[in-house]
């Protein structure tokens, strides 16, 4: 993982999770490893759901006027 984000809605109820892999093999090998298990059996009781996807994406700059 190069870089992960966290954000929540202002109440507090919602966390929108954003990481940044080096490659889909990378970031689906951490999916299977044992401290990711660890980790959702510790989130558990904290979340009513949790959804994952890999996205393909680019870096979008302003233009200037």
Known sequence: MRRAF????????????VSF?????A??????SEPEAQRR???APYGAEER????????LTIPQS
């Open 6 to 17: 966290a954000y929540g809605s202002e109440d507090g109820q919602e966390i929108t999770g």
């Open 21 to 25: 892999w080096d490659s889909e093999k």
């Open 27 to 32: 970031c689906e090998s951490w999916r299977a």
């Open 41 to 43: 059996v510790a989130m």
């Open 52 to 59: 994952e996807g890999f996205y393909r994406g680019r870096e």
